[in-house]
């Protein structure tokens, strides 16, 4: 009746990390909801250049006030509309694959702007500007493709030194 017990503890399998993928895959998605925390993050930064401007009056910081202004106020204008328009790519985005999220990209700011118009629409006919409703959708639909296209421009700069790292980070791994 003594039996012995023989207790193991479940022990996973360690699996290499692959580090270059999951810097790239982290990347991938901090990315695209950078609109929606990048102007809460600058803002700080425009307030405090327009302190040193006005101290030193060493540079114009006005035009990086007004960057930071238009910043925030896309978020404000858009943030509910850009969180609609992640919730129609995000689960369709293969984020270990850069062409998926590539092509992904590229199309975001094509799909924002019709949601974005869409979403002001009401605005815009209850200020009851109706002979001007074509010009302002216009101005609406040029603002909101330069900023998406900007934030596209900066995401694909990013991947230069972030590829950089990975390439080195997988020699690394290989000797």
Known sequence: MNATYQ????????RPVNQP?????NYRKWTLTSPLWLPLFLTPFGFAFDQLERYFGAWNAHDL???GFMLVYSLLFGGVQYLITLFLVWRRIDFDDGRSWLRTVLIIPLIFTPIQIAATLPFILNAGRLDELHQTMLYLAI???GFGYSYVALWLLGLIPLHLVTRFLKKQNND
């Open 21 to 25: 993928g999951r810097i790239l895959r």
């Open 143 to 145: 603002l909101d493709l």
């Open 7 to 14: 207790t193991t503890a479940h022990v996973p399998k360690s």
């Open 65 to 67: 006030l007004f960057i």
